[in-house]
């Protein structure tokens, strides 16, 4: 079975260009979720959806961050204008977390994007 | 506070020996879910076990086993026969009453494990 999906795995770009990450959930999956990764601050939520609504997105840094989620198999986020504090490894998770399934659900992981902003 | 606390950065063990890497949680829900994920050099975030706030049982899944001790909030993650291929990042995780909708994990600030020949 496919996992989650994310393009590119690496972005090099200069600050102030726009940057898109893509996320490819699970087939199945309702929930998907955004994280980054830095030294400094860990892994921190940026944002989820459940079924393709945005549910919290507390997490989001700033208005230069915004993410969306067409449809079910596909999400992107993107940060305009990018900025050098933007590098980091961005995560895209889903999970099935519907009312009925078992709490024990993990959150499946794509291998991540590593961004760099010069 | 910090809702996800892993106090040991670094942990060092011989191959073939049982490790424990700790994790207390705070949360004042009753409903909660702890997971423990491994992330190797390559950088992916592997999920490895799940504890849930009312099982009885501590979780087992082959080698990995979680030692859960509900009155002191702490789900330490124990690895038995130690393997070259254990060394990694590894990261507790936390996801607070999921019954309510919250379904984001918080993360711990992880523990580096390397495993010596």
């Known amino acids: 079975d496919a996992g989650v999906i994310q393009s590119p795995r690496h972005e090099v770009t200069e600050m102030g260009q726009e940057v898109t990450l893509r996320c490819k959930p699970i087939?199945?999956?309702?929930?998907l979720f955004w994280y980054r990764q830095t030294m400094m601050r860990g892994l921190e939520l940026l944002i989820y959806?459940?079924?393709?609504?945005?549910?919290?997105d507390s997490g989001m840094p700033e208005d230069r961050f915004s993410a969306k989620m067409p449809n079910a198999s596909f999400s992107t986020l993107k940060i305009q204008p990018s900025e050098p504090r933007d590098s980091a490894v961005y995560f895209c998770?889903?999970?099935?977390?519907?009312?009925?399934?078992?709490?024990?659900?993990?959150?499946?992981f794509g291998d991540g994007t590593r961004l760099s902003i010069l | 506070a910090q809702k996800i606390t892993q106090t040991q950065p670094g942990m060092f063990v011989q191959e073939k020996e049982a490790v424990t890497l700790d994790c207390t949680y705070d949360?004042?829900?009753?409903?909660?879910?702890l997971f423990w994920y491994k992330q190797p050099s390559s950088g992916e975030m592997i999920f490895l076990i799940y504890?849930?706030?009312?099982?009885?049982q501590n979780a087992t899944e082959g080698r990995y086993s979680l030692n859960f001790q509900k009155a002191r909030k702490s789900a330490n993650l124990v690895i038995s026969a130690s393997q070259l291929g254990d060394s990694a990042m590894y990261f507790c995780?936390?996801?607070?009453?999921?019954?309510?909708?919250?379904?984001?994990?918080?993360f711990g600030s992880g523990t580096r494990l390397q495993v010596q020949p």
């Open positions: 998770a889903s999970s099935n977390l519907d009312p009925g399934a078992h709490h024990n659900q993990p959150q499946h």
């Open positions: 087939s199945g999956h309702n929930s």
């Open positions: 959806f459940n079924n393709n609504v945005p549910i919290d």
């Open positions: 949360t004042s829900d009753q409903s909660y879910g």
């Open positions: 504890q849930g706030s009312y099982d009885e």
């Open positions: 995780a936390m996801r607070e009453a999921p019954d309510t909708g919250r379904r984001a994990l918080t």
